[in-house]
């Protein structure tokens, strides 16, 4: 998305009409499937009646990450931010494509608006916050950052029960720590570690010793391979914590839950397959695995 653009036209200092709610949902449509690749194929494992739910959820999220992260500086991102919160207060009210649209999927499927406020808390926090010094301190960033978005499709999907979001709680806290290991690389050329640090620190890896292996790109030693197993079977723990959910969940979501679960272990597999090496090469999940992955799914 081209956040300039689309600030000038539909920004705190345009001064648009207020669309149409059909004129919405499909700029909403629009962004999920021009701006998410895998957006088509992700909606096909969710039944079509939730497709344009999940387009206007998507963009929702979509605007707030750009917010933050196209921004010029901080101060900016979080003035930003801001002003996306204070549409979300105005709601149905709001001129904006994506609240128009988000009114009528809050309305229809009762969802309450913490989820998507802790969803730019976590941008917020982004903004200051580069480093982990513990695990607590990092699951308090997942609670914001990941957890939300379970929520939101537990409650698509009519199935936001207490125990229900417990168990969407480790399923997202574990994809996204995996996706932490998995993106070490990424990451740290972004200027940030989402490795606990006082877990990384007792096999030796300090930020220095990161800056060190950065600039080596040389296979990582062993102490980094026993450090990032570790992490790797948190990760797998923590998702596998969540599996009764695939069962709990209503018939429109076991599909997918079963599916991002497999995901997630697929790729702490892939890093396992490369020996913890994810300086190098960033361990992915191979086309025939994710097809294998959709058939047992699928039929399970």
Known sequence: MNLAEQLARWGPTSSHARPSLAEA????????????????????????????????????????????????????????????????????????????????????????????????????????????????????YCEHSANPVGRLVLHLGQSASPANIALSDSICTGLQHINFCQDVARDYAKGRIYLPRDQRETFGWTDERFAAQAASQIVPDDSFRHMLREQVERAEQLLRAGEPLVKQAGADLRLPIRLFIDGGLAIAQAIRDQRFDVWTRRPVVSKWTKLKLLVRGYFS
């Open 25 to 140: 949902e499909a700029y909403c449509r629009g962004l999920a499937t021009s701006h998410y690749e895998n957006f088509s194929v992700v909606s096909w494992l969710f039944p079509r009646h939730l497709h344009q739910h999940l387009c206007n959820v998507y963009a929702y999220c979509r605007w707030a990450d750009d917010l933050a992260d196209e921004a010029a500086n901080p101060a900016q991102a979080s003035e930003l931010l801001s002003w996306w919160e204070a549409q979300l207060d105005l709601g149905s009210e709001s001129r904006h494509p994506v609240f128009v649209a988000l009114a009528q999927t809050i309305g229809q499927k009762q969802i309450p608006q913490q989820p998507f406020r802790d969803l730019l808390c976590a941008f917020r926090q982004e903004q200051v916050q580069t480093r982990y010094e513990a695990w607590a301190d990092l699951a308090r």
